[in-house]
């Protein structure tokens, strides 16, 4: 029987720096283990039917499948969620979104709406981070609305709901001291949409028109009649938007308008303040 590190050591996956970690992370789901299991006893033996499973899974990483898909499975912020490939899977730069969220309200009972939730990844970390607030999450998707519900169900978070909703469409009459959206942002052109994990994820939730901003423009138009008086709009963007955010913001009478930067230096989320 092959070993653990025969197996890794054999993995023909395209050469990138996360082509090692990949395999580990397929062979670790393959075997039930942690990585850590992997490297600690590399000279462990794999059974056969566990080999042939990691050989299957290696074959969809090297088509360009993202591993998240592959696993079912995607780790943001402090959680583990179920992915699949009806939703966008979660990245650590939205991570910032959330963090700026923290900082906006008090840990005191809020309201809270995040549009396009997908696998409810926002929605979730900020109801896990802050018991007394109300978070609704809502996506025009209904297999991403049913996958974030079982995301909700999992963690056992009774403070999060979720709903079918056309951005703001069946929200009619609510208000929120806080709307987030990491929504589609990325122009029809771009060409790295046909490169790496995001050939494989849904495009209507990656492209909004020709220049990347037509969802955008959406939100800020339709948020304030959904925003209670000094409530907060927060949104995820590209990173050479975030001037036409605000300009955009400010155009439909949002103020304290400013963009926060992610590890890559990048002003990756813009808010602004309903008056």
Request: net charge negative; aromatic share 6%.
């Amino acid at each position: 029987m092959p070993t653990i590190e025969s197996l890794l050591h054999s993995a023909d996956l395209p050469d990138s720096p996360s082509a090692r970690l990949d395999a580990e992370w397929l062979l670790a789901a393959a075997l039930g283990k942690s990585t850590s299991y992997l490297r600690t006893w590399p000279e462990r033996e794999v059974p056969g039917d566990l080999a042939e499973r990691f050989a299957a899974d290696l074959a969809r990483r090297r088509r360009g499948e993202p591993v998240a898909y592959i696993l079912g499975r995607q780790g943001f912020w402090s959680l583990e969620l179920e992915v699949a490939p009806d939703t966008l899977i979660p990245r650590p730069d939205t991570e910032l979104l959330v963090e700026t969220a923290l900082q906006l309200l008090p840990a005191t009972p809020a309201r809270v709406l995040d549009l396009g939730t997908g696998t409810g990844a926002i929605a979730l970390a900020l109801a896990a981070e802050r018991p007394q607030w109300q978070v609704s999450g809502v996506d025009r998707i209904e297999a991403a609305v049913a996958l974030a519900e079982r995301n909700r169900l999992r963690l056992g978070l009774g403070n999060a709901h979720f709903a079918r909703s056309d951005w703001f469409a069946e929200v009619t009459g609510e208000r929120f001291q806080l709307i987030v959206s990491n929504p589609p942002y990325i122009p029809a052109s771009d060409p790295h949409l046909q490169q790496g994990d995001v050939r494989f994820e849904p495009q209507s939730a990656l492209v909004a028109g020709v220049d990347g901003l037509d969802d955008i423009r959406t939100i800020i138009a339709q948020a304030p009649a959904h925003l209670t008086a000094g409530g907060w709009l927060l949104l995820e963007h590209g990173f050479d938007q975030a001037p036409a955010v605000r300009s955009l913001m400010a155009a439909h009478g949002f103020e304290a308008c400013e963009s926060r930067r992610d590890l890559s230096g990048h002003e990756r989320v813009s808010l602004g303040r309903q008056p």
